[in-house]
């Protein structure tokens, strides 16, 4: 089920972390930051080779993988570690679930949303390319269509994947979404049926199928 992917993403991020703490209390890992990208690197190579955590995040390893290689120490592994356990721990209960979304979250989204001078439309269905202007303030478009649907008229919980169009400053709408306990899981930076925005799916009890958008550490 989607809900696996976010509690086996923070057990192997808590999990690398725990293990790099007990590598340098036992002097296996100098404490620097290129020693710690080394162990990073080796880690997640041992983790896909043993098979050691679920399928659900096979394809974000290896893409940490190819990431190590490629860029070495700047590709941050460490860091993106910790913030996905300052992202994800808050949201998760005593018992490992996901707390359910609603539309009272959503529509705090787009009251802060506006507080900060964004312009949110919902009004108007998405369902083929549409072009919306708003004089350079930055936008979120909702497709009034698909919030019906996403939305459980009787509990008013979210049931299904909800697409938010965002054009604009996408750290600020990453940090306000998370402050209202909402995870955004990006799907373009800026090609989508609402020119020039860029999609974000927003799931049920937040339960995506691939890592959501992380908060900068000077965010959380």
């Excluded at 976010?6 to 007990?22: H, P």
């Excluded at 009034?144 to 054009?167: H, M």
Aim: proline share 4%; glycine share 6%.
């Amino acid at each position: 089920m989607a809900e696996g992917f976010n509690i086996a993403i923070l057990m192997l991020a808590k999990t690398g972390l725990d293990e790099l703490v007990q590598g340098q209390q036992s002097g296996k890992v100098p404490c620097n930051p290129s020693s710690e990208a080394h162990f990073f690197s080796a880690w997640v190579t041992r983790a896909i080779k043993q098979q050691r955590f679920p399928h659900c995040v096979a394809k974000q390893l290896l893409a940490w993988q190819k990431a190590a290689r490629t860029q070495g120490a700047n590709a941050g592994l460490k860091p993106i570690f910790e913030q996905i356990c300052a992202t994800y721990q808050p949201l998760v209960d005593a018992s490992s679930n996901m707390a359910a979304v609603s539309s009272t979250q959503l529509e705090q989204l787009f009251a802060a949303l506006d507080e900060h001078d964004w312009y949110v439309e919902r009004g108007y269905p998405v369902s083929r390319k549409v072009t919306h202007h708003t004089d350079g303030k930055a936008s979120l478009v909702v497709c009034s269509e698909q919030w019906q649907q996403s939305i459980d008229a009787n509990t008013g919980t979210l049931i299904k994947p909800l697409s938010v169009y965002a054009r604009g400053d996408v750290s600020q709408l990453i940090h306000v979404a998370y402050q209202h306990g909402l995870l955004l899981h990006k799907i373009t930076d800026y090609k989508s049926l609402v020119k020039y925005h860029g999609e974000f799916i927003i799931y049920p009890n937040n339960a995506g199928t691939i890592l959501a958008q992380l908060q900068t550490p000077s965010q959380g």
